[in-house]
């Protein structure tokens, strides 16, 4: 069981085309924006994760969370996947969402 806790918590509002992209690391650009401490503390609770080489298996999260909060922990839980198995492989193009299939008919459909 690996213990994930969120600490130092920054949110950067954008409205505008980032010009790296978002999957390119930090954003610099937008403006800081505040939380509510309320909503703050649903989206840095603890969490833990069952990791089962390399591939998160499981969370668990605190029984009072909203679904929204539980949807965020499950996308922070997918970004510490480091899949040694390759049964989460991802194939050519599927980083762009254009396809999560090997065979050349399909390539570039929407995966859903």
Known sequence: MVNIKTENLTITEVN??????WRQGQIDQGRKADIKSELKQFVTSPMNMKVVKGVVESIQVEGNLPTWAVNIKRAQAST????????NVVVEGNLNRKTNSV????ANQESG
């Open 16 to 21: 505008e085309q980032l010009e790296k992209g």
């Open 80 to 87: 510490f996947t480091a899949d040694t198995t390759g049964k």
């Open 103 to 106: 065979r050349p008919e399909q």
